[in-house]
């Protein structure tokens, strides 16, 4: 199992990944 450390580097990447998806789909841009 990962320890804290990793699995909040992970949520990290998840979360950016995330985000950079959003702003990245055509309908969300202006």
Known sequence: MPGA???AE???I???DKVS???SEPQ???
Do not use: G, M, S, V
Request: hydrophobic content about 40%; glycine content about 0%; charged content about 25%.
């Open 5 to 7: 450390e990793q699995l």
């Open 10 to 12: 992970i949520r990290e």
């Open 14 to 16: 998840i979360e950016h």
């Open 21 to 23: 998806c959003i702003f």
């Open 28 to 30: 969300f841009n202006p």
